[in-house]
């Protein structure tokens, strides 16, 4: 179906650690977008994805499609206090549509 | 973003009411949406709009119900509230800019509360 299934659901990890959150899809994405909220705020758009095996960096967070374009990835690498927040992954419902299906998010606490 | 603004930011309501939530956006784009969040939901679709003449029931809009009266305005109405529509109300609008045309940019919610 449509859903999006977005993994783990929290995460809490020490400062300085690395940070990885998926997103499955049982269907060929034709495109995955990525999305942070903050705590009390609104999402925000991070990145979109539209190739297969695509990578892409900001910084310290990396964003990967994977080659069948069913997954995406997001990893921060070396957590700061600033990347708390909860993480949404966003697909189109159908390709060439702009109606979007956002993942359940991941919430992710770092500790100092 | 400050391009797109929602009023009330909070509001608290009874059971039977009707409530209609604002959105404006200065940032001339065609589509705008609605959702509601829930914790542990995450975002999920009311309405949708692709143009003042274009609405789209989204998933869950059963008990909602929208107005498009300008291109940069969109209203969420409540018809009768009730309890478990208590939730947080995200605005947001996509459209031709500088990047990607598929960018959501998003309001600064609306907390409604249904007693």
């Known amino acids: 179906g449509q859903q999006v299934m977005q993994i783990p659901q929290y995460q809490h990890v020490q400062e300085g650690e690395d940070f990885t959150t998926y997103c499955n899809s049982s269907?060929?994405?034709?495109?995955i977008q990525w999305y942070k909220q903050r705590p009390g705020g609104h999402p925000v758009f991070l990145i979109q994805?539209?190739?297969?095996?695509e990578v892409k960096k900001q910084k310290r967070l990396t964003f990967q499609f994977g080659e069948a374009k069913k997954n995406s990835s997001l990893h921060i690498t070396a957590t700061q206090t600033t990347d708390v927040g909860t993480y949404f992954c966003a697909r189109r419902t159908t390709s060439g549509t702009y109606k979007y299906i956002f993942g359940t998010g991941t919430r992710l606490k770092v500790l100092a | 973003d400050a391009d797109v603004t929602q009023t009330p930011r909070n509001r608290i309501t009874k059971t039977g009411k009707r409530i209609m939530l604002e959105c404006s956006q200065t940032?001339?784009?065609?589509?705008m949406y609605w959702y509601r969040q829930d914790p542990g939901l995450g975002l999920r679709l009311i309405y949708y709009?692709?143009?003042?003449?274009?609405?789209n029931k989204g998933e869950i809009s059963d008990g909602y119900s929208v107005s498009r009266q300008a291109q940069a305005k969109f209203s969420l109405s409540l018809e009768s509230a009730i309890p478990n529509q208590t939730a947080l109300y995200f605005c947001a609008t996509s459209g031709r800019t500088s990047g990607s045309t598929d960018t959501q940019y998003f309001g600064p919610g609306t907390r409604l509360t249904v007693l």
């Open positions: 709009s692709f143009d003042v003449k274009d609405i």
């Open positions: 994805l539209v190739k297969s095996g």
């Open positions: 940032k001339g784009h065609d589509r």
């Open positions: 269907t060929t994405l034709s495109n």
